[in-house]
């Protein structure tokens, strides 16, 4: 099953373990995230349902390139990262 | 007297006590994080709002005066649908329906509504105490709405909303930039109310356009509810006609340019600015912190400076970062640069609270009604 863990400054305001889910893109791993942990949706997304714009996403490494609908394919392997952009500040 | 104070600020909230005429730094919470609005109620209930930049705008609520916190969701615009275009007209680039801070908030003690104004333009409306919030779609659809610019920031942004203590039903909202509406019916219908204000910043035929106007805070008396109160981007105006008209005010000192304005809840001619040199240049006078006071309704104006720094001072007070109490008697003010100031004598004298906090948004008097 794919990995998602989340940047430190994240886990700061809100519980977000690492955890394997089920997915086969970056929304479905995503969206069983939220399921265990519902507070971390709208920290990662923004009102539209799209990566925030001062979040990024890896897979293996790679940025993920659609922000809107997060279908970037991940495989059982993968391991997706959530970050906080210095774009931000 | 009034007993304690909130300061939002760029890096925290802070709780503010008075104890034998002297107020002082009492607690923090959200050390750190950016809180850009609060609100403080009668019954221990605060409401804070928090800008993470990168994982947005958040809502916490205490019930118990601070001590404290749970998140509860935060005002979001419903999907976009696909068809709709939305642009900002000044730069044509699409206006992003994501609530991108929280400007405003306000709770009608009458029928436990609250009510948030938000970057980009919208209002939203709570009738569960903050558990869940409701975009105000009348306003938002309004088609002279897609007119908006941003004012102190990219996108356009609702930071005052005046809730009519004669009829719940009536709500006047400040736009930056936008104007002034006012809605007659429980926000069923609106109407634009900017008739009389200037803007300079627009070519000279459009200048009196209501549609475009800067009023920076907009506030209202409470004892005489047809008379408002502007800081506008070009000055002061006040209207004594329930925002049928505006007038400038053009004899304030030092300047007539702020960002911030506060009425006395029961004298509606009383009211109190922190002025700065001009648009151009946002820094005090002459390098000296003072507020103004006219108690004649805008026919004079005193300059206060009594405790306040007189010499290479360059504190700026934001839109709502000054404050009075209910009694009328009390103010405090914060400042750009981490100043707070109280005064328990209608601004005739100042005593600074402390002068290295972060900057600061917003100071509210936890005094209810």
């Known amino acids: ?89 | 007297m009034s007993g304690r104070l909130l300061v939002a600020t760029r890096k925290g909230l802070f709780t503010v006590g008075e104890a034998r005429g002297t107020w002082s730094v009492l607690d923090s919470a959200f050390l750190g994080d950016n809180v850009s609005m609060i609100l403080p109620l009668p019954d221990g209930t605060v409401i804070a709002a928090l800008d993470h930049g990168h994982f947005g705008v958040k809502l916490h609520r205490s019930r118990d005066s601070g001590t404290t916190w749970d998140i509860r969701p935060a005002p979001a615009f419903p999907p976009k649908p696909e068809d709709v275009e939305d642009l900002d007209p000044t730069r044509g680039t699409s206006i992003p329906w994501v609530v991108q801070r929280v400007w405003a908030l306000e709770r009608d003690h009458r029928t436990g509504t609250l009510w948030c104004g938000t970057i980009p333009g919208g209002l939203f409306r709570s009738f569960d105490e903050g558990d869940t919030w409701q975009l105000v779609e009348s306003l938002w659809h309004e088609p002279k709405r897609k007119e908006w610019f941003g004012g102190g920031a990219d996108l356009p942004g609702i930071h005052s909303v005046c809730l009519d203590p004669r009829r719940a039903e009536r709500v006047v909202v400040g736009v930056s930039c936008g104007g002034v509406w006012v809605t007659e019916d429980d926000g069923r219908t609106w109407a634009c109310r900017a008739h009389g204000m200037r803007a300079n910043y627009m070519p000279p035929e459009r200048a009196f356009d209501p549609h475009i106007q800067d009023p920076h805070r907009v506030v209202q008396c409470r004892a005489q509810p047809e008379v408002f109160w502007a800081a506008h981007h070009n000055g002061i105006f006040v209207s004594t006609d329930d925002v049928g008209s505006w007038t400038e005010v053009t004899t304030a000192k030092p300047s007539a340019f702020g960002f911030t304005v506060a009425v006395h809840p029961t004298d509606p001619d009383t009211a109190w600015f922190v002025p700065a040199m001009s648009d151009e240049r946002r820094v005090p006078v002459d390098g000296r912190v003072v507020v103004s006071r006219t108690r004649d309704g805008g026919a004079t104006f005193e300059v206060l400076d009594r405790g306040l720094p007189q010499s290479h001072a360059y504190d700026i007070a934001y839109r709502h970062a000054l404050d009075i109490d209910a009694s009328g008697s009390t103010l405090a003010f914060g400042t750009t640069t981490g100043s707070l100031w109280t005064s328990d004598d209608q601004g005739d004298s100042w005593i600074a609270v402390s002068t290295h906090l972060p900057p600061i948004y917003a100071v509210r008097f936890v005094d209810g009604e």
């Open chain 1, 1 to 89: 099953m794919p990995r998602v863990a989340f940047t430190p400054n994240l886990q700061r305001h809100v519980v977000c373990p690492p955890c394997e889910v089920q997915g086969d893109t970056v929304r479905r791993a995503l969206n069983r995230v939220f399921e265990r942990y519902p507070d971390v949706e709208t920290y990662v997304l923004d009102d539209q349902g799209a990566l925030r714009t001062h979040v990024v996403v890896f897979i293996n490494g790679r940025q993920m390139t659609d922000r809107t609908s997060l279908s970037d394919a991940v495989g059982p392997d993968s391991e997706i990262y959530v970050m906080q952009a210095l774009s931000g500040g």
